[in-house]
């Protein structure tokens, strides 16, 4: 049994709190069984709190000593906060009530392990249903499905009409003489993968940035860490992708409670020399509190672009050679490359083919994502819900700007949608060239269907009086068209015949699409998986057009939607929703780390929760001005 430690730094503190904060604890020392939940754990132990006890200051752990006759054997360690009003117990007299249900998001790692259990390959699947329809349910013989006239048929549907959309020419920098000359380099074109959807990145990208000032924070300070081999991979990969990448200042010394201390310093210090630091590189053995304080200070305190690497990757890389290693530093440049306002590559369909994407591409287009977060279950009505939206500022529909709202604790609609768009239009407006954007194009995210009209009709509302607010007193009417996209059905996608079926799980290959069959009668609506499923059973994106102006017909508007996914920033390959809405999911995840602070001690389930106090919290989460048009949350 390990050995109970006498104290805990902050760190340690928060890591407990977050573990213990809203479960049941038993307590027996005034003579009976009592149960109380956690409100928080404090700062403070049973050495140093003290509170008013006939006219005189008294501390816990003598209270404890004179009252109840217990001597603490470990008065270092913090207090519990249980109940409503702040009552402190010492740890060490509470036990964890036997039975609980946790209400808790799942970790990272818990998260991993069960989508590893759970994860069964597509054939695998098919296979269960069928067993179970033919098996279990017993749908043949069942009285209630007779009585009210229903059969389930004994074979899955078959969608004849189905169909794989064409993969897209993705195009990338070329390098050539005139590079030295700081001329653009020529386009080279790049076919995708048909089996996967990938393309080689490997080469020089499309939009490349340099990295002439930046940092590296080592917060591992593990000796034996290989980061001389990680940073010359690093540096020497970036050249390859066409980034000026300097040698970095390397401070390893810095405590991780006093990183936020550390990177205004830093800032401080490049901005007396009357440079800009270009990014702040964090070495991290894993993932732990100190990351919400670094993406707090870096992208809403001092407007600095941060990158966490975890020292684990590092490790586990140079073990296997310089291969992974490579592998590891291209990961990471194509998100540090992104928050430096760069581009890995673009669709070139996008321009070419002007039949079909003419209409998204003939004047100023701006792209929306939107979607909005809750809290995780067993937080309480003081969380709120975050909305998120980004837009799109460039011809190929690569970079975004993004603005995030806290809003009512679960709200899905989007209470303050006017004035993020209006924002983010002002911003396109500043970006191209002085112009309004002549065409709007919104996919929404997280909405169900039985949301559907209600929250596109509030939405496009405030869609339309931001287009009025920014051009007041003008005609200025630009064609809209709102998207719903989402993943939370349970549709799947199966190959009638084995041998079209792409991977190891054995799932339909990306870009297959069906909007027949198994879509509604009279909505426009359709089933596309744009992704290579890796692990388990791909499940397929829902896409619902709930008012178009701008007439699209539905190859076009089917096309554009799977080429957004191929525009995503973190990798080379497609993903499962078109990159605006994956941005907005990011980027409503980052305000939630935002929100959290080195000294939040809220209780998260307590009865007096009276709900969050959104203009509070929309002032923690607000972004520095210097990074609004950057890609912080890539």
């Not at 000593?65 to 360690?77: E, H, S």
């Not at 080592?218 to 000796?223: K, N, S």
């Not at 992104?338 to 039949?355: I, Q, R, Y």
């Not at 993004?402 to 983010?424: F, I, N, Y």
């Amino acid at each position: 049994m390990r050995q109970c430690p006498t104290q805990l730094n902050d760190t340690q503190r928060r890591l407990f709190e977050k573990e213990l904060r809203t479960l049941k604890v038993e307590v027996k020392h005034s003579g009976g069984l009592r149960r109380v939940r956690v409100a928080a754990v404090s700062k403070n132990s049973a050495k140093t709190q003290k509170f008013e006890q006939d006219g005189k200051q008294i501390t816990v752990a003598d209270y404890f000593k004179k009252q109840y006759k217990i001597v603490l054997k470990y008065p270092d360690l913090p207090l519990v906060e249980v109940g409503t009003k702040k009552n402190f117990l010492p740890m060490e007299i509470c036990e964890v009530a036997a039975g609980q249900k946790v209400m808790k998001k799942l970790t990272e790692e818990q998260t991993a392990i069960m989508v590893k259990n759970c994860a069964k390959p597509a054939p695998e699947r098919q296979a269960r249903v069928q067993k179970i329809r033919d098996e279990i349910m017993n749908y043949d013989t069942s009285g209630a499905l007779k009585e009210f006239g229903i059969t389930v048929d004994k074979r899955m549907k078959m969608i004849d009409n189905a169909r794989v959309l064409p993969m897209p020419v993705m195009g990338m920098g070329h390098a050539t003489k005139n590079d030295a000359k700081g001329i653009a380099p020529e386009v080279q074109e790049i076919s995708v993968k048909t089996m996967d959807g990938t393309w080689t990145s490997a080469g020089r990208y499309f939009d490349p940035k340099n990295l002439d000032n930046w940092v590296v924070i080592d917060l591992d300070q593990d000796r034996r860490l290989p980061l001389d081999f990680f940073l010359d991979e690093f540096i020497a990969t970036g050249k390859q992708r066409g980034m000026r990448i300097a040698q970095p200042q390397l401070d390893g010394s810095i405590d991780p409670r006093d990183i936020t201390t550390a990177i205004k310093n830093i800032q401080m210090s490049y901005k007396k020399q009357n440079k800009t630091v270009d990014l702040i590189m964090i070495i991290m053995r894993v993932r732990g509190p100190a990351y919400a304080d670094i993406k707090k200070a870096g992208d809403v305190l001092y407007g600095v672009p941060t990158q966490v690497v975890l020292g684990k990757n590092i490790a586990r890389s140079a073990e296997k050679g310089k291969g992974p290693m490579n592998q590891l530093a291209s990961n990471i440049l194509l998100k540090v490359n992104a928050k430096l306002g760069g581009a890995h590559s673009k669709v070139m369909d996008l321009g070419k083919n002007k039949t079909l994407f003419g209409s998204f591409t003939d004047k100023p287009t701006i792209v929306f994502g939107a979607d909005v977060t809750h809290p995780s279950p067993g937080e309480g009505m003081n969380k709120p819900s975050i909305a998120a939206v980004v837009a799109s500022y460039n011809v190929f529909f690569t970079k975004y700007s993004a603005r995030v709202r806290a809003q009512g604790h679960r709200e899905e609609m989007m209470t303050t949608l006017k004035d993020m768009v209006v924002e983010l239009m002002i911003e396109f407006k500043v970006k191209c060239g002085g112009r309004e954007p002549q065409r709007i194009i919104f996919y929404r995210d997280g909405v169900s269907e039985g949301q559907y009209q209600q929250v596109m009709l509030d939405e496009l509302r405030a869609i339309q009086a931001a287009c009025i607010t920014l051009c007041p007193g003008q005609d200025y009417k630009p064609p809209i068209t709102y998207i719903i996209v989402g993943k939370r059905h349970h549709t799947r996608l199966f190959t009638a015949d084995p041998r079209d079926a792409v991977g190891k799980a054995g799932n339909v290959p990306p870009g297959t699409i069906t909007d027949r069959a198994i879509c509604h009668f009279s909505e426009f609506d359709w089933f596309l998986c744009s992704h290579y499923g890796i692990q388990g059973t791909s499940r397929p994106a829902h896409y619902n057009v709930l008012y178009d102006d701008s007439n699209y017909q539905a190859d076009q508007i089917q096309m554009f939607s799977y080429y957004l996914t191929y525009c995503y920033a973190r990798c080379a390959r497609s993903v499962s929703i078109p990159a605006p809405a994956y941005y907005a999911h990011l980027a409503a995840f980052r305000a939630r780390h935002h929100m959290e602070e080195a000294g939040d001690t809220q209780s998260t389930n307590s009865s007096g929760d009276s709900g969050p106090n959104v203009v509070e919290i929309n002032k923690k989460i607000k972004v520095h001005d210097d990074m609004h048009s950057k890609m912080y949350f890539a």
